[in-house]
């Protein structure tokens, strides 16, 4: 017989907000109207049968929030088996148990302890079991059930961003797309309208809408300006509960800009322009500034500007600068303040991009009138052509005039203008110029064949003023004259072997002139008169500039003659004709049989492999100037040995001696003992110099010493007799300077020099009667004294 256990669940209504449970087939529409009771019974087999009930119940519905100062009452728990004599124990696992819901483990109520937030954990899921006290067993097999946290409105719609950044151009359409916003609501979106969150725009119209369902901020204005203005905030509301009241909201701010767009044409903001330049501005010369005005920005801002018309088009243009959209007018090319002195132009300004589908708003172009007007400078004479070209007979005698050159002031004053050559390009003054009309002629006599061209540059300058000088190059070609004789191209010496026959060809001749005749070089080649009658050769003109030289006879001896000079007259074709005559040598050798030459008596011909006797000579006469050269150079070496000691003449005192040693400091006295002139008897008269080494030792003559009082001059003149007959004197003049200090002051000196010299100390009273000047002598002195005394 099976035995069947119940499990009763109990959900109560608690106050102030009910808990429920509901079936897991449909959901109620609301709280019930009475306790419900869940009975659960099983076997050991874990069958279930279900007691007076059409549906199973397992899960549970618990309101958020809870704000009751009591634990909010979730449920009881109830087994058929519980006699209520408490030897049942409940007991609850799962989500929370034991910290977020407790269960009473005798009567089987759960409570929850804290408040439920859903946002944060929306299920939970518990287990429930019923266990005898006293044995710790199961009672019943354990029910899972389900508390579900209900959902309340405590979350405010929340955008995504806290501010909006958007961007729509200008002149656009009603319902253009500018940015959608997005808000979201933590509640249940599947229970109620906690979560339906519809859109509203707080400020920003008439311009811009929202849709209410999607966030979507639209255009709501036709033809906004970006020039009248060009920012907006737009502020929009996002509200749960469907907009109903009572709903929680939250807003966002969008700042919305607007683009630009090429809608504005560009715009002179005057229509005459007035410049001035100067007649002498190079071209590319900027004259002056431009400017059209375009209230769009960016590349729909940007100009081009070009001259259209006027009576300037060749002689100016206009270039854009691209940082400031100014247009440059510059200078295109050379004016003339003496031709026209106004211009009038006409410069159109123009946007390179433009919208098609705002043309109807017009071109988009503008032009202004340009007046410029060109100064008068003083202009630099302007020469006739750019180049002259002249020609002249290299035959012209000097002050030959060759031709002018005109120049001009171009100013209104037309000042006079005189010429000059610049003598850096003609070093030579072989042509001048008549200052006055320009005139050229030469000054020396010209020669073609020297030089062709000469390259000159006249100067023309305004008398009036200086300053103002202009430069032409002149060219002159001077032309040939038939001045000079053809002559042989190259020396010729030829030979002719003994054993040759009549009419043999035995040498060609050519000729070169220096001469350039218009229809070219005809040379004639003959034997000399005196050389035509009698001659063993013959001359035979080919008739192309060159001739041959032919034997007359049959066989030659050069025992006989050895060598025949051969007079060759050659003359040109031109006028005045021109003749030379030039020597060919002709020497007579022995040859083979094929015609080689074996041996002349001429050595001209032979190469010898030695030196020649020329070259012998030179190489003696180098040889011994190289020779002199030596013993000169060692003569001067030996005579700078025995140069004397004395070298420079500031190395001046007693005994003048050079020596390459360091002397012996100050106490090197002997060499200059200043003592003397003060005590001529201290003189030692054994002692030696030092500074010089005598070739024989001799005694120094005594002299008698000089009195104290002694004039200077007795005591000099004695001291150069006495070094004049000194035999040990160095033999070479010697400059000795003596100075005597004089006799003394009465108070003699204050100088310690002689200080080592006396014997005791000396009294300084004295420097105390001479006044307060010596009052400081007189205390430092007097001071050591009667330090010593003590």
Not at 424 to 451: A, C, P
Not at 703 to 725: G, H, M, S
Not at 732 to 756: K, Q
Request: net charge negative; charged share 25%.
């Amino acid at each position: 017989m099976r035995t069947y256990r119940y499990f009763l669940l109990l959900f109560w209504v608690g106050q102030p907000y009910p808990t429920f449970s509901t079936p897991l087939s449909k959901r109620t529409s609301g709280f019930p109207a009475k306790k419900r009771t869940l009975e659960l019974s099983g076997n050991s087999k874990n069958e279930l049968s279900r007691s007076k009930r059409s549906w199973m119940w397992n899960q549970f519905f618990l309101l958020e929030e809870y704000t009751g100062s009591d634990y909010q009452y979730v449920g009881k728990l109830h087994s058929d088996q519980d006699r209520g004599d408490g030897s049942l124990k409940y007991i609850l696992s799962g989500d929370g148990a034991g910290d977020l819901f407790i269960i009473n483990e005798n009567t089987g109520d759960i409570q929850a302890t804290k408040r439920l937030d859903r946002e944060e954990k929306p299920v939970y899921i518990l287990r429930a079991q019923a266990i005898n006290r006293k044995t710790g067993r199961p009672v019943e097999p354990e029910s899972e059930f389900i508390i579900k946290i209900h959902d309340i409105n405590d979350n405010e719609p929340i955008f995504t961003k806290e501010v909006y950044t958007a961007t729509v151009p200008e002149m656009s359409d009603v319902g253009t797309f500018v940015v959608q916003v997005t808000a979201t609501d933590a509640d249940d979106p599947t229970y109620g309208n906690s979560a339906k969150v519809v859109y509203s725009i707080l400020q920003g119209q008439p311009y811009f809408s929202v849709e209410s369902e999607t966030g979507i901020i639209k255009t709501a204005l036709l033809n906004m300006d970006r020039e009248n203005r060009e920012q907006y905030q737009v502020v929009i509301q996002a509200k749960d509960m469907g907009g109903q009241m009572g709903g929680l909201s939250g807003t966002t701010t969008v700042n919305i800009t607007l683009t630009d767009v090429n809608d504005n044409p560009p715009r002179f903001p005057q229509s005459t322009y007035q410049f001035k330049t100067p007649e002498s501005s190079p071209p590319g010369t900027p004259i002056g500034r431009i400017k059209a005005s375009d209230a769009d920005v960016g590349e729909n801002a940007e100009i081009e500007y070009s001259i259209t018309e006027g009576e300037g088009l060749d002689m100016f243009d206009v270039i854009t600068d691209q940082e400031t959209q100014e247009g440059i007018i510059t200078v295109k090319k050379l004016l003339d303040f003496e031709k026209k002195k106004v211009y009038t132009l006409k410069v159109e300004a123009s946007n390179p991009h433009v919208e098609p589908r705002f043309l109807y708003l017009g071109p988009f172009k503008d032009s202004a009138t340009v007046r410029i007007m060109v100064e008068d400078v003083d202009e630099p004479p302007v020469f006739s052509k750019l180049a002259y070209i002249l020609q002249i007979r290299e035959d012209a005698q000097i002050n030959t005039t060759i031709g002018s050159v005109t120049a001009q002031d171009p100013d209104a004053a037309r000042n006079p203008v005189k010429y000059s050559v610049d003598r850096h390009t003609d070093m030579d003054r072989i042509f001048n110029i008549d200052s006055g009309n320009g005139s050229i002629f030469t000054s020396k006599l010209l020669d073609r064949e020297t030089l062709l061209w000469h390259n000159i540059t006249v100067i023309a300058t305004e008398i009036n003023n200086p300053k103002q000088s202009s430069r032409v190059p002149l060219y002159i070609k001077v032309l040939d004259v038939n001045d000079n004789p053809p002559e042989f191209a190259e020396f010729y010496e030829t030979f002719v072997c003994e054993k040759a026959k009549a009419d043999q060809l035995i040498q060609t001749l050519r000729a070169i002139d220096k001469d350039d005749p218009y229809s070219g070089h005809q040379f004639s080649f003959s034997l000399a008169p005196e050389a035509a009658s009698g001659s063993n050769f013959t001359i035979q003109d080919n008739k192309d500039n060159t001739a041959g030289i032919f034997t007359r006879k049959n066989g030659y001896n050069r025992h006989e003659m050895s060598t025949y000079l051969l007079p060759v007259v050659i003359a040109d074709n031109d006028y005045p004709v021109q003749s030379s005559t030039g020597t060919v040598t002709v020497r007579v050798c022995a040859c083979d049989h094929q015609g080689n030459m074996q041996s002349c008596h001429a050595e001209a011909l032979v190469h010898p492999t030695g030196l020649s006797t020329g070259a012998l000579i030179a190489i003696l006469l180098c040889i011994v100037t190289l020779l002199v050269t030596v013993v000169l150079f060692a003569a001067l070496r030996r005579q700078r040995k025995k140069e004397p000691l004395i070298i420079s003449k500031e190395d001046i005192r007693d005994n003048i001696v050079s020596y390459n040693d360091e002397g012996g400091g100050e106490e090197d006295t002997q060499a200059f003992d200043i003592g003397t002139l003060r005590n001529p008897e201290a003189i030692e008269d054994s002692k030696l110099r030092r500074d010089i080494v005598p070739e024989a030792l001799f005694l120094p003559r005594r002299t008698p010493a000089a009195r104290d009082n002694t004039d200077v001059r007795d005591f000099i003149n004695q001291r150069l007799k006495e070094n004049d007959t000194d035999p040990t004197a160095p033999p070479y003049d010697s400059l000795a300077t003596y100075a005597y200090e004089g006799a003394g002051s009465v108070a003699d000196s204050l100088s310690s020099l002689e200080s080592v010299t006396t014997d005791g100390d000396q009294d300084y009273d004295y420097l105390s009667d001479w006044g307060p000047r010596f009052k400081k002598l007189a205390d430092m002195y007097g001071g050591v004294d009667s330090d010593k005394d003590s």
